[in-house]
């Protein structure tokens, strides 16, 4: 009797928790879409912003958004990867490997604001780059690597044993039973890690201030990697911050409603294939 008693407490907690934060997760978006779906327009998503007039746009700020999230992803994703089956499959079990491991977890927590001093003491001064958006691109792969080793890590480690025993049975090397059996084996953890460490990219603008500076390029698009380059979350910040635009509040309430469509977008891009992939993996289960 009491063992039923603690189960329907149990359950009714839970379901209690899911239902407060689904309605705060609603509040949220209804605060922020409300606002600011109405001050988006073509001219604002794509247009030039604007310093002291009313009326400017965002398009080169979303632009540099998706570059630097291109780069860094560029950069995090094989280095994690790589870094990831190394500790998975090649790494010995000894007190080196558990040091990396520590150090990997110790990454992941550290402020988003000390990587943005490292990268500025490291590529803007360091190497030369000053604020660039390559120097910022790199600095986000730096924040997301340890994600990206760790994901990886863990996903391989799912993957059943008999895959890889069966794999080696049949004659394959370590790298093909690895490349034609863990990755795809693992593949819809993988792009799932992929998508969380995207969505700090696109979000991220503490290490963007520091690196990647509060200006964008006169032409617009500018693929130079050495160029400044604001982001929509950093031009988020600088407008609520220290705008003199006299529109800055519609501004700032139309960049944040963008900001959220577009981690939205992505995510739903990114995830909906990788269920179905998972699907078609599980044998349609």
Known sequence: MKSKTTDRLATLYFWASGIVIILILAWF??????????????????????????GGGVGPQLFNSFYVLFLSLLISIPIGLFSGIYLAIYAQKNWFTDLVRISVEALASVPSIV??????????????????????????????LPVMVRVTEVAIRTVPESYWEASLALGSTRWQAIR????????????????LIAGRALGESA???????????????????????ETLSVHLWYIGAEALVPDAKEIAK???????????????LVSIPSRILQKRLSGGK
């Open 254 to 268: 139309g960049s944040a409603a963008l900001l959220l469509i577009v981690v939205l977008i992505f995510n739903l």
């Open 180 to 195: 034609k059996v863990l990755i795809p084996a693992s593949l819809p953890s993988l792009i799932t890690g992929i998508t």
């Open 115 to 144: 990587f943005g001093l490292f990268g500025f003491l490291l590529f803007a001064n360091l190497l030369g780059l000053k604020f660039s958006i390559i120097g910022g691109a790199a600095t986000v792969a730096l924040l997301n």
């Open 29 to 54: 978006l209804f605060r922020i879409l409300g606002d600011g779906v109405p001050h988006l327009s073509w001219n604002f998503i794509f247009g030039k912003s604007e310093e002291i007039k009313a």
């Open 207 to 229: 290490i963007l201030i520091y690196t990647a500076g509060l200006s964008v390029s006169r032409f617009f698009p500018d693929f130079n990697p050495l160029k400044m380059g």
